[in-house]
Every structure is written in C-alpha cells, then in structure tokens.
Nanobody
Framework: QVHLVESGGGLVQAGGSLRLSCAAS????????MGWFRQAPGKGREFVSS????????DYVDSVKGRFTISRDNVQNTVYLQMNSLKPEDTAVYYC?????????????WGQGTQVTVSS
C-alpha cells in the first residue's frame, strides 16, 4: 500500500510562487507514474501534471504550461510541483496521485490534498 502526503500549499498573491511536495512511502517500487490534480470549489477534479517515475516523460494541462514544473527525487521518493506566476484561477485543493501503470489513465493511490489559494 502506497501512502502519499502532500505539503507546501498556502496563500499567495497573484504572480507569486509555491512549491508543492508529495512524499510517497510504502510500496513505492510499484509506482510508475505520479500526478498532480486539483479541485476548485464547485468544480470537478482536474488533471494538472504528471511525470513517469523515470522522469523521462512529463505532461501538463494547457492552462499551466510554461508556469508549472513537475519533477521528482527518486532517492527521497518525492514529487514536486513548482508553481510560478500563479493566478486566482489556480486556487484549488491540490492532490497528489500515484499510478502502477504509466500508460494507464487511472491512478491507484491518492493523497489527502493541500489547499492553494491565490489572491488577486
């Protein structure tokens, strides 16, 4: 069983930056892809970014391309989401997720989420 814990959320002004972290523990040997999702109030969950465990392949939703960067540290079993030039529309609860199958669109494990609030 993989356990994911997010951190790094908070309140920031528009144009500011935050770095989210997701620490994985447990059966991390089974993870082949990590992702970040977000859910704004009254909206559904949205894919933000993903990275294969090797780090060779990354993906981003169009709305964050050029502003967010996903990376991973396999020694620390941690995935990061560097968020720059934040906008009020980035306000959401951000969730980390892990997938056993990199090519699958589904994720098997989820964290509890961390709140990101961007003020205008």
């Amino acid at each position: 069983q993989v356990h994911l814990v997010e951190s790094g959320g908070g309140l920031v002004q528009a144009g500011g930056s935050l770095r989210l972290s997701c620490a994985a523990s447990g059966g991390t040997f089974s993870i082949n892809k990590m992702g970040w999702f977000r859910q704004a109030p009254g909206k559904g969950r949205e894919f933000v970014s993903s990275i294969t465990w090797s780090g060779r392949t990354t993906d981003y939703v169009d709305s964050v391309k050029g502003r967010f960067t996903i990376s991973r540290d396999n020694v620390q079993n941690t995935v990061y989401l560097q968020m720059n030039s934040l906008k009020p529309e980035d306000t959401a609860v951000y969730y980390c997720a892990a997938a056993r199958v990199a090519l699958s669109g589904s994720y098997d494990y989820w964290g509890q989420g961390t709140q990101v609030t961007v003020s205008s």
